[in-house]
Nanobody, 123 residues
Framework: QVQLVESGGGLVQPGGSLRLSCTCS????????MAWFRQAPGKEREFVAA????????NYADSVKGRFTISRDNAKKTVYLQMNSLKPEDTAVYYC????????????????WGQGTQVTVSS
């Protein structure tokens, strides 16, 4: 049973930064495409960023380009989301997702999901 565990959420002021982490239990982590999604109250879950097994191959939602950076450390079986210049509209529960198929992961059909971590941007 593959588990994804997110951490790093919290309350931050507008303009601030947070780094989310997602640690995977699978030995095959380095072969997975990993992604971050988010869901705000009353809204549908939306794609934020993805990274495949080639760490230089990343993809971002337009709303976070230039502010968020996704990265991975295969030795630690962890994917990160560095979030800078945070805005109130970034407030959401952030979910980590992963799997073998890049197309499935980035469209929200990944094999594995974490439990989510709350990010609140407010003054």
């Amino acid at each position: 049973q593959v588990q994804l565990v997110e951490s790093g959420g919290g309350l931050v002021q507008p303009g601030g930064s947070l780094r989310l982490s997602c640690t995977c239990s699978a030995r095959t982590f380095s072969s997975y495409t990993m992604a971050w999604f988010r869901q705000a109250p009353g809204k549908e879950r939306e794609f934020v960023a993805a990274i495949n097994w080639t760490p230089s191959n990343t993809n971002y939602a337009d709303s976070v380009k230039g502010r968020f950076t996704i990265s991975r450390d295969n030795a630690k079986k962890t994917v990160y989301l560095q979030m800078n210049s945070l805005k109130p509209e970034d407030t959401a529960v952030y979910y980590c997702a992963g799997g073998w198929s890049t197309s499935a992961v980035v469209t929200g059909k990944g094999d594995y999901w974490g439990q989510g971590t709350q990010v609140t941007v407010s003054s």
